[in-house]
């Protein structure tokens, strides 16, 4: 698979690197030296060019690419310019950052194929984190759905999912997998002692989580459901096993 991502700040440089982490080809373009020289040990191709003469594009095989991102952070004319000219060059799929509601209308007349406001996302998944109990990361998938990364509840620890399988069925909220510490990680051993540590600190996936599955209480559980379900759930199963509770 091969990609062009043109514009380096933040948000392209995390593309880059995830794209290239997935084994793509990936053609990054900045018009700052400094941004290339970020990404250019881990892409196929770096290079600095002033996008916003759209010329040279003509020899990088646009046509070839199954992406085009234009990542711009900054530019709104630039921005349109390259994502016109990408059309013009037979660019298979268009990917434009939008950095204005004007600009976002834009880009849909024009039928781009994907439209993202990182900023817009990465809000929507703070405010989903910050509401709910013991929540870390969290993604808005529309219409009150989320997914959403959490600390085990105290109510889950030691328990299989097949001994709390009717709580997850009262909620409708669905384990989507685990993200446990590996035991003969350096970090993990770290993280025992130091909870400001990133939760994907030294983590691995479990993939499809067995019914005998034990949770553990340093577990980072993966959840899909309706975000007000998923609030209940996990102040229930906090709340299941507390001190209070117990008496």
Same mark, same amino acid.
């Given at each position: 698979?091969?990609?062009?991502?043109?514009?380096?700040?933040?948000?392209?440089?995390?593309?880059?690197?995830?794209?290239?982490?997935?084994?793509?080809?990936?053609?990054?373009?900045?018009? $700052?030296?400094?941004?290339?020289?970020?990404?250019?040990?881990?892409?196929?191709?770096?290079?600095?060019?002033?996008?916003?003469?759209?010329?040279?594009?003509?020899?990088?095989?646009? $046509?070839?690419?199954?992406?085009?991102?234009?990542?711009?952070?900054?530019?709104?004319?630039?921005?349109?310019?390259?994502?016109?000219?990408?059309?013009?060059?037979?660019?298979?799929?268009?990917?434009?950052?939008?950095?204005?509601?004007?600009?976002?209308?834009?880009?849909?007349?024009?039928?781009?194929?994907?439209?993202?406001?990182?900023?817009?996302?990465?809000?929507? +998944?703070?405010?989903?984190?910050?509401?709910?109990?013991?929540?870390?990361?969290?993604?808005?998938?529309?219409?009150?759905?989320?997914?959403?990364?959490?600390?085990?509840? $105290?109510?889950?620890?030691?328990?299989?999912?097949?001994?709390?399988?009717?709580?997850?069925?009262?909620?409708?909220?669905?384990?989507?997998?685990?993200? $446990?510490?590996?035991?003969?990680?350096?970090? +993990?051993?770290?993280? +025992?002692?130091?909870?400001?540590?990133?939760?994907?600190?030294?983590?691995?996936?479990?993939?499809?989580?067995?019914?005998?599955?034990?949770?553990?209480?340093?577990?980072?559980?993966?959840?899909?459901?309706?975000?007000?379900?998923?609030?209940?759930?996990?102040?229930?199963?906090?709340?299941?096993?507390?001190?209070?509770?117990?008496?």
């Amino acid at each position: 698979m091969k990609y062009c991502v043109i514009g380096l700040g933040v948000f392209g440089r995390s593309i880059c690197k995830h794209l290239s982490s997935l084994g793509a080809e990936v053609l990054a373009i900045d018009n $700052r030296d400094e941004n290339v020289a970020y990404v250019k040990d881990f892409v196929t191709a770096a290079i600095a060019i002033d996008y916003t003469d759209p010329t040279p594009f003509e020899h990088y095989a646009i $046509r070839d690419m199954d992406a085009v991102i234009v990542a711009l952070g900054d530019n709104f004319e630039a921005s349109m310019v390259l994502v016109m000219r990408m059309k013009e060059l037979g660019a298979k799929q268009i990917v434009a950052r939008v950095l204005s509601p004007m600009h976002e209308r834009l880009l849909k007349i024009l039928k781009i194929d994907r439209v993202i406001v990182p900023e817009e996302f990465a809000a929507r +998944g703070l405010a989903h984190s910050l509401m709910m109990r013991g929540v870390v990361g969290g993604y808005d998938l529309g219409d009150n759905h989320v997914i959403i990364e959490a600390k085990t509840p $105290r109510g889950l620890v030691g328990k299989t999912l097949l001994d709390v399988a009717e709580k997850f069925k009262k909620h409708d909220v669905l384990l989507v997998t685990v993200k $446990r510490l590996a035991p003969s990680s350096v970090i +993990g051993k770290v993280l +025992g002692q130091d909870e400001t540590m990133s939760p994907d600190a030294g983590r691995h996936t479990l993939g499809k989580p067995a019914l005998d599955c034990k949770f553990n209480v340093k577990d980072i559980l993966v959840l899909f459901g309706a975000q007000k379900k998923l609030s209940r759930f996990l102040d229930e199963m906090s709340a299941s096993d507390s001190p209070k509770a117990e008496k």
